[in-house]
């Protein structure tokens, strides 16, 4: 059973998928229904469910959900539209890379949570800062990866097209851009998951919208049932984005997959 | 002067970091005749390979000049197709575009290439759906798709079992039959270096240089019954000894 690499059936893999989450809803339910945990700080899995249709029926919590996807959206598209050409540049081009390359490295480490006082000062608490907040944490990131994958594509690739008759541009074009596609798509899939914590960091402060608000709201309440099924929403929401990525690029590159 | 000539052509590699420049081959000189066949046959590491880059143009030259019909190469062009050890169809193309690639050829001549290398059918496949052979012949159709003056060939069939390479081998030597194309084909395989070729030019240990260059007198069309006849066992036993001394050094000079 314990082979490694051996692959495991598609029936089987679903089931072992599935058993994980009945077995942290079965734990969470003795913990909380068992009395091991005060409900004070955690609400049971039935009280959080019903608190959780609640906040859509009752208080407008689909909005929010809204706001909160918009804003991701809104800041990853944004960095990546300034991410994936630089990145390429960089990757193709060693001055560009040279030009830019410490610089964006030292500005990876400066922390998106840390700029959000000075985006105040600076935007306002309105959208413009909370698409501020996602497009610094993702560009750094995205440049970086985009680059190392352009430029680690297979030289006797390259080398082949220039004896076809392949000048710099078609080498770009035509080798380099094809090549790193559906890696640059992953890429792009890793660090929206990354954008969905940057969020709700934004929405933490100063926003009077979004699941991150809720969860404030609800901290002021005590109500951990809200807290938990907000938290959850995001997880669901990332798990359905990434299945979306995921079956767009395996339709989008059937080469590579 | 030939249709190439390679003349008093050498290269160095710089050392890294301090290290000794490596002499990949030593000053040589190679001229090739228009619709000559030659291999280029050497012990591993004997720069067989860097000479074919040189005159594809994928290396700068250290000395020394290579001029194709009169005209000296600078850098890698469509005039010389080239075709690698390694497998280097684009893999997000199709059979059929990767032919395409370098000549944007009409669909009519790639249709001509791909019956010439026995790949009707495969047209849509993508490379990682092809077996290392079917491959090859498909890299093969892409570097004649161009037309191009001189075909370079890098140890194409050295990935292929010994079943496949065999047949590669007469597929190769019939296009060639038909068709007369200019060919350098690099090996380190006696046997194939005889089949294939015009003339052998074999090579000494690093640094390497073409140390003498021997005429195949082999009549066309070539059978791979050929490779069992008392002619071919003598050229073979003549180019064993010649290879085997360099072989010697080559293994003596890691040992140094």
Redesign the interface.
């Given at each position: 059973m314990f082979e490694p690499l051996k692959p495991v059936p598609r029936d089987a893999r679903i089931f072992l998928g599935a058993a994980f989450f009945v077995v942290f809803l079965a734990a969470w339910a003795l913990a909380t229904f068992g009395g091991l945990i005060d409900e004070l700080f955690l609400k049971d899995p039935v009280y959080t469910l019903k608190i959780g249709i609640e906040l859509f029926t009752e208080y407008g919590f689909l909005k929010d959900v809204g706001v909160t996807v918009w804003r991701v959206v809104g800041g990853f598209v944004l960095a990546a539209a300034v991410a994936v050409p630089l990145g390429i540049l960089m990757g193709a081009f060693k001055p560009i890379e040279a030009f830019f390359e410490p610089f964006i490295s030292f500005a990876r480490y400066m922390p998106a949570s840390a700029f959000i006082p000075l985006l105040i000062l600076w935007a306002g608490v309105g959208e413009a800062q909370k698409l501020l907040v996602i497009f610094i944490g993702s560009v750094f990131q995205l440049v970086l990866m985009i680059s190392v994958i352009v430029g680690s594509t297979?030289r006797?690739?390259v080398?082949?097209?220039?004896?076809?008759?392949?000048d710099s541009g078609g080498i770009v074009r035509?080798?380099m851009l094809?090549?790193a596609?559906p890696q640059i798509a992953e890429t792009l899939r890793l660090v929206l998951g990354w954008a969905w914590t940057y969020v709700i960091v934004a929405e933490l402060v100063g926003s009077s919208s979004g699941i991150g608000h809720m969860i404030m709201d609800s901290q002021r309440l005590l109500d951990t049932g809200q807290m938990i099924f907000g938290i959850f929403c995001i997880g669901v929401i990332g798990l359905v984005s990434d299945l979306i990525f995921k079956w767009v690029n395996q339709r989008l590159?059937?080469?590579?997959f | 002067m030939g249709f190439l000539s390679v003349e008093a052509v050498s290269k160095e590699f710089p050392g890294v970091r301090g290290s000794a420049v490596t002499r990949a081959l030593e000053t040589t000189d190679l001229t090739v005749e228009d619709n000559d066949f030659i291999t280029i046959l050497g012990p591993s590491g004997c720069g067989k390979s860097t000479l074919l880059r040189i005159i594809a143009g994928l290396e700068t030259l250290g000395t020394g000049r290579v001029l194709l019909d009169g005209a000296p190469v600078a850098r890698p062009g469509p005039d010389r197709g080239m075709v690698f050890q390694s497998y280097t169809l684009f893999p997000w193309l199709t059979v059929r575009d990767n032919i395409r690639f370098g000549s944007r050829a009409s669909d009519a001549k790639a249709d001509e290439l791909i019956g010439k290398v026995g790949l009707r059918g495969f047209e849509n496949h993508f490379p990682k759906m092809l077996s290392g052979g079917m491959q090859q012949r498909t890299a093969l159709a892409r570097a004649l798709a161009n037309d191009p003056k001189i075909l370079l060939l890098d140890e194409p069939f050295g990935a292929l079992d010994n079943q496949t390479r065999a047949l590669m081998q007469e597929l190769l030597l019939g296009i060639w039959e038909a068709d007369k194309k200019t060919v350098l084909f690099v090996t380190h395989d006696i046997d194939e270096a005889i089949f294939m070729a015009n003339r052998v030019a074999v090579m000494s240990a690093r640094p390497g240089r073409i140390k003498a260059t021997l005429a195949i007198d082999l009549p066309h069309p070539r059978h791979y019954t050929m490779k069992t006849t008392p002619e071919f066992s003598r050229y073979k036993a003549e180019i064993t000894e010649q290879i085997r001394v360099e072989s010697i050094r080559a293994i003596e000079m890691e040992a140094a």
């Open positions: 297979r006797d690739l080398e082949a097209a220039y004896t076809l008759g392949a035509r080798v094809p090549g596609a590159y059937p080469w590579a | -």
